[in-house]
T-cell receptor, first 114, second 114 residues
Framework: EPEVTQTPSHQVTQMGQEVILRCVPI?????FYWYRQILGQKVEFLVSFYNNEISEKSEIFDDQFSVERPDGSNFTLKIRSTKLEDSAMYFC????????????FGSGTRLTVV | GDSVTQMEGPVTLSEEAFLTINCTYTATGYPSLFWYVQYPGEGLQLLLK?????DKGSNKGFEATYRKETTSFHLEKGSVQVSDSAVYFC?????????????FGRGTSLIVHP
């Protein structure tokens, strides 16, 4: 069964450093998403991406964050200058169409900022 | 805005026990409702969904009924197995006046002992 692949599974970084989280969505999917979950809290929407541009973003997705689809297969989330409160599990998802029923999620990247 | 509230976990049960995980929601429109499951080391997977009032979603022995009058979508299973141990996420997707982007709860961890 097709799956969404996220790398790395766990990343530790120092505060102020840039990190790039990588995702390979399912090949025929057109919509891509990033969510995050701070430990013990809700899964929060960050951003959706369609047709090579951001289609929606939440208040969390400020200027420190950016997304890119650099080569037609990878979908990346960059955090420019990490803060302690960026420590969370980051989930990538993709879908053929918008809406909640067709999403396929990756297994997540646990980001720890020290 | 839209929100989803789930019961706190972990829920710890013995094998063959009855399971209920409560979920209530607030939404501006008429949402579709979902349960996702995350097994250890894997991504979130759609478990079941319901798109209108009184619909019952079901899959793998799990059921949830869309109750508009109580704004609830509680997850139930008559006899849990050790393999059901996972984190369960309630979610909604609400387009009219809002967005297709699903809103998730914080997840409820289920631990089933032999």
């Amino acid at each position: 069964e097709p799956e969404v692949t996220q790398t790395p599974s766990h990343q530790v970084t120092q505060m102020g450093q840039e990190v790039i989280l990588r995702c390979v969505p399912i090949s025929n999917h057109l919509y891509f998403y990033w969510y995050r979950q701070i430990l013990g809290q809700k899964v929060e929407f960050l951003v959706s991406f369609y047709n090579n541009e951001i289609s929606e973003k939440s208040e969390i997705f400020d200027d420190q964050f950016s997304v890119e689809r650099p080569d037609g297969s990878n979908f990346t989330l960059k955090i420019r200058s990490t803060k302690l409160e960026d420590s969370a599990m980051y989930f990538c998802a993709s879908s053929e169409s918008p809406g909640g029923s067709g999403y396929t999620f990756g297994s997540g990247t646990r980001l720890t900022v020290v | 805005g839209d929100s989803v509230t789930q019961m706190e976990g972990p829920v710890t049960l013995s094998e063959e026990a009855f399971l209920t995980i409560n979920c209530t929601y607030t939404a501006t429109g008429y949402p579709s409702l979902f349960w996702y499951v995350q097994y250890p080391g894997e991504g979130l997977q759609l478990l079941l969904k319901a798109t209108k009032a009184d619909d019952k979603g079901s899959n793998k022995g799990f059921e949830a009924t869309y109750r508009k009058e109580t704004t609830s979508f509680h997850l139930e299973k008559g006899s849990v197995q050790v393999s059901d141990s996972a984190v369960y996420f309630c979610a909604l997707s609400d387009r009219p006046g809002g967005s297709y982007i699903p809103t998730f709860g914080r997840g409820t961890s289920l631990i089933v002992h032999p």
